[in-house]
């Protein structure tokens, strides 16, 4: 059997648990799954990260300063965008079949172990995402890493990843995404991410709205940690546009990093860098010690981050962007304008139930103006995936203009008649954008060639 098969045949059956859009708001199953695997989740230093935008390329950019610095590091981020063990990298790179497979092998009888306690008191198995967690844990434990990065997957409280002690705990900027799980908010959203921050940790918050920033506040002060936010004791102190991405000064919480070269567009990455730099400083010197600029200028100058406001081809030009509601649609729209000299753009959307279809809609007109005129919507693959002719309907209520609205139902179609819409003006400066959901990207970015993340 092959290891390619052997992931293929674990994700299957990781997928025949409860999907993931059904996490459990639970922490007990975790912690008894993690005392029969003999505490993985305390084997290793933890930065924690939450938020609802930019929470993936903060941790990128966490991760790759960590490595900078000589360290072994584990980043647990999702959803994956080709293929599971993206979730799960050791040392920037995803995890080697080989590892997910035996690591995996080597938990399952545990896992039964909790499963048949969960069955027997009458409750759901564990399930897609909270496997998926355990496994991180478990494969950062048997490398082991030296720090791990988890980026939560829904909330904070009683998130799977919650079952780590975040060292620093990082919150990326809050608005307004699953209402339907964590309130209606950003102050009730807040309660929910301020759940990983720890007695013993630090933390560290992206600029918030003011409700939001008092209940991360009250929360640091209740278990007596420090607290740092942008705009108050660091941020980004100036930044202009680059060949590939952009140019930018911090300022830390020791230190002021000047000409630091970012390969990522928009004001939203930068402000992520700044975030990120904060988290640094407080995980190696408690936000005291300045970090050597040299390091942290290559740390940065070698990030990525797929599916964000990625070109993933030239002539035409299409970009991929995983926004997928209001406050994402907003900024990447703003890093379009400021980084792209395009003369029209042909936009593919595609959007999952649960998201805000008409917010979305509404902010990438109001965004994008004179710049999109023709809009083509699709859907991905996802059983949750909004049918293509449902998202037209919305749009033209919205008042799009039937003569701008297409429907294929295909992403393959989507992308060709965009690419030929893209290049009917003469200047050869059209271009495409795919955005809306995760998974629509996923499944654009394999289409185009680019398969691994």
């Given at each position: 059997m092959t290891d390619e098969f052997s992931v293929e045949s674990v994700y299957a059956e990781l997928l025949g648990r409860a999907p993931e859009n059904k996490m459990e708001p639970r922490l007990a199953p975790l912690f008894r799954a993690m005392d029969v695997l003999g505490e993985p989740n305390k084997a290793f230093p933890i930065i924690h990260i939450?938020?609802?935008?930019?929470?993936?390329?903060?941790?990128?950019?966490?991760?790759?300063?960590?490595?900078?610095?000589?360290?072994?590091?584990?980043?647990?981020?999702?959803?994956?965008?080709?293929?599971?063990?993206?979730?799960?990298?050791?040392?920037?790179?995803?995890?080697?079949?080989?590892?997910?497979?035996?690591?995996?092998?080597?938990?399952?009888?545990?896992?039964?172990?909790?499963?048949?306690?969960?069955?027997?008191?009458?409750?759901?198995?564990?399930?897609?995402?909270?496997?998926?967690?355990?496994?991180?844990?478990?494969?950062?434990?048997?490398?082991?890493?030296?720090?791990?990065?988890?980026?939560?997957?829904?909330?904070?409280?009683?998130?799977?990843?919650?079952?780590?002690?975040?060292?620093?705990?990082?919150?990326?900027?809050?608005?307004?995404?699953?209402?339907?799980?964590?309130?209606?908010?950003?102050?009730?959203?807040?309660?929910?991410?301020?759940?990983?921050?720890?007695?013993?940790?630090?933390?560290?918050?992206?600029?918030?709205?003011?409700?939001?920033?008092?209940?991360?506040?009250?929360?640091?002060?209740?278990?007596?940690?420090?607290?740092?936010?942008?705009?108050?004791?660091?941020?980004?102190?100036?930044?202009?546009?680059?060949?590939?991405?952009?140019?930018?000064?911090?300022?830390?919480?020791?230190?002021?990093?000047?000409?630091?070269?970012?390969?990522?567009?928009?004001?939203?990455?930068?402000?992520?860098?700044?975030?990120?730099?904060?988290?640094?400083?407080?995980?190696?010197?408690?936000?005291?010690?300045e970090l050597d600029v040299d390091v942290l200028r290559e740390a940065f100058g070698n990030v990525t981050s797929p599916g964000r406001l990625e070109v993933v081809r030239t002539a035409p030009t299409i970009v991929v962007d995983a926004a997928h509601n209001p406050d994402g649609i907003r900024v990447s729209a703003e890093a379009i304008h400021e980084a792209f000299s395009f003369s029209k753009l042909v936009v593919v959307v595609g959007v999952l139930q649960e998201k805000d279809a008409e917010e979305i809609l509404k902010t990438l007109k109001e965004q994008l103006g004179d710049l999109a005129e023709e809009f083509c919507f699709t859907q991905s693959n996802s059983p949750r995936a909004i049918p293509a002719a449902e998202l037209a309907e919305l749009a033209v209520d919205l008042g799009f203009g039937e003569e701008n609205v297409h429907i294929a139902e295909k992403l393959d179609d989507a992308l060709e008649w965009a690419v030929e819409r893209s290049e009917s003006n003469d200047d050869l400066a059209g271009g495409v954008l795919v955005t809306g959901s995760i998974t629509l990207v996923a499944e654009a970015r394999i289409l185009l060639g680019k398969a691994g993340a």
């Open positions: 939450t938020g609802t935008n930019g929470k993936t390329s903060t941790a990128r950019m966490i991760e790759a300063g960590l490595r900078a610095h000589g360290l072994s590091t584990g980043r647990y981020t999702s959803p994956h965008l080709s293929k599971v063990t993206e979730r799960i990298s050791i040392n920037g790179e995803p995890v080697s079949d080989e590892t997910f497979v035996r690591i995996w092998d080597e938990i399952r009888p545990y896992l039964e172990i909790v499963d048949n306690e969960l069955v027997a008191d009458g409750q759901p198995r564990l399930t897609y995402f909270e496997c998926v967690t355990i496994l991180g844990f478990a494969i950062f434990a048997d490398e082991p890493v030296d720090v791990a990065v988890f980026e939560v997957g829904l909330g904070g409280i009683t998130d799977a990843t919650n079952v780590g002690d975040g060292q620093v705990s990082v919150i990326t900027p809050i608005s307004l995404d699953h209402t339907d799980l964590l309130g209606d908010t950003t102050e009730d959203i807040a309660y929910e991410k301020a759940g990983i921050i720890k007695p013993g940790g630090f933390l560290v918050s992206a600029a918030q709205p003011v409700d939001a920033a008092q209940v991360l506040l009250d929360k640091a002060r209740e278990v007596d940690v420090p607290f740092r936010f942008e705009g108050v004791e660091f941020g980004v102190e100036s930044r202009s546009v680059a060949v590939g991405g952009q140019v930018v000064t911090i300022q830390g919480l020791a230190g002021r990093y000047e000409d630091l070269l970012l390969p990522l567009h928009g004001a939203h990455q930068a402000e992520n860098a700044s975030v990120a730099v904060a988290a640094l400083e407080a995980f190696f010197g408690g936000g005291e010690k």
